[in-house]
T-cell receptor, first 114, second 112 residues
Framework: NAGVTQTPKFRVLKTGQSMTLLCAQD?????MYWYRQDPGMGLRLIHY???????AKGEVPDGYNVSRLKKQNFLLGLESAAPSQTSVYFC?????????????FGQGTRLTVV | GNSVTQMEGPVTLSEEAFLTINCTYT??????LFWYVQYPGEGLQLLLK?????DKGSNKGFEATYRKETTSFHLEKGSVQVSDSAVYFC???????????FGAGTTVTVRA
């Protein structure tokens, strides 16, 4: 059971380059999330999706775009990377049967923008 | 809006010491409360949860009690091990909100 899989695990980008982070889940979860983790700031929500074809902005959406064309996949795009986007990115998914449902996380993508 | 405040770390302990990590929250109604743990190089995983006032969540020797009157959900373990070294996150979720709100995380290091 793979759970939540993120690719790639590591990436170094030059300022201005673009890239897409892929998140795939095999648990048939409705909800998916992208977070970034920075020292001293915990996890901040970038974008989320409550179902196939729907996306919404989180706390820190600027500079990122997302798409959820298939229920199992949630893509995070950086159109023009900036050093401030150096971070560890986590994807999570959740089956919403109530507020007490557990979120499952991927292992993270460590992105460095130089 | 919803928010979670955790005690700042890092916390360094000796093996078999008592661990407490404070967590308080701001939310209307009765949110569900969670503790997640992140071991080095890994993603977050659920440690325990509580869904209503006075509930106690427990797992792997850790406990936390949902205190509505003090809006708190402090994490405790009576005797820590080196393998408990990790980052601990407090989180909440409300029934009419899709999101999980996380605290800043507390880094715990246990020395042999």
């Amino acid at each position: 059971n793979a759970g939540v899989t993120q690719t790639p695990k590591f990436r170094v980008l030059k300022t201005g380059q673009s890239m897409t982070l892929l998140c795939a889940q095999d648990m048939n979860h409705e909800y998916m999330y992208w977070y970034r983790q920075d020292p001293g700031m915990g996890l901040r929500l970038i974008h989320y999706s409550v179902g196939e074809g729907t996306t919404a902005k989180g706390e820190v959406p600027d500079g990122y775009n997302v798409s959820r064309l298939k229920k199992q996949n949630f893509l995070l795009g950086l159109e023009s990377a900036a050093p401030s986007q150096t971070s560890v990115y986590f994807c999570a998914s959740r089956s919403y049967t109530g507020a007490n449902t557990e979120a499952f996380f991927g292992q993270g993508t460590r992105l460095t923008v130089v | 809006g919803n928010s979670v405040t955790q005690m700042e770390g890092p916390v360094t302990l000796s093996e078999e010491a008592f661990l407490t990590i404070n967590c308080t929250y701001t939310a209307t109604g009765y949110p569900s409360l969670f503790w997640y743990v992140q071991y080095p190089g890994e993603g977050l995983q659920l440690l325990l949860k509580a869904t209503k006032a006075d509930d106690k969540g427990s797992n792997k020797g850790f406990e936390a009690t949902y205190r509505k009157e003090t809006t708190s959900f402090h994490l405790e373990k009576g005797s820590v091990q080196v393998s408990d070294s990790a980052v601990y996150f407090c989180a909440l979720s409300r029934s009419n909100d899709y999101k999980l709100s996380f605290g800043a995380g507390t880094t715990v290091t246990v020395r042999a």
